[in-house]
Each structure stands twice: as C-alpha cells, then as structure tokens.
C-alpha cells in the first residue's frame, strides 16, 4: 500500500514541477530522471528487502530535491 500512495506522490510532484518549467528539453530530462528513478524504485520495492527500499525512498526525494534546486537556480531561455 505504501508503494502505491509513493508512486502516485512521486508522479504529482513531477507533474507539479514540469508545470513550471520553461523549456521543453529541461522537460524532457527531468521526465527521463523521473522514469528512472521510478522503475528503480518499483524493483527496489518488489523484489528487495524494506530496507533498500527505504533508501531508495531517501534517494528518490534527493533527486527531487537536486531537480528543484536547479530549476530554480539555472539561468531562464
């Protein structure tokens, strides 16, 4: 259940931020992380134990947080 209501977190925070992105190719690389991180979380909590789960958790929101940090920092077009 708590894979579930993280994926679906996860996917609105994504959407939230390519809302306020500008450039398409920005877009577009933060969707390829976003993918990435999913599917490694997805494996991470099917087919590992809890506890590498939790750290791919950690990792996950790192990731976000690195993804925001630049966007609000990189210069605009």
Same mark, same amino acid.
Do not use: G
């Given at each position: 259940?708590? +894979?579930?209501?993280?994926?679906?977190?996860?996917?609105?925070?994504?959407?939230?931020?390519?809302?306020?992105?500008?450039?398409?190719?920005?877009?577009?690389?933060?969707?390829?992380?976003?993918?990435? +991180?999913?599917?490694?979380?997805?494996?991470? +909590?099917?087919?590992?134990?809890?506890?590498?789960?939790?750290?791919?958790?950690?990792?996950?929101?790192? +990731?976000?947080?690195?993804?925001?940090?630049?966007?609000?920092?990189?210069?605009?077009?």
């Amino acid at each position: 259940m708590f +894979c579930f209501f993280f994926f679906f977190f996860s996917f609105v925070l994504y959407i939230a931020l390519v809302l306020y992105i500008p450039s398409f190719f920005v877009s577009l690389v933060f969707l390829f992380l976003f993918f990435l +991180c999913f599917t490694i979380s997805f494996i991470m +909590c099917f087919f590992i134990s809890l506890s590498f789960y939790t750290f791919m958790t950690l990792f996950f929101f790192i +990731c976000f947080f690195v993804a925001t940090f630049f966007h609000h920092f990189l210069p605009r077009p």
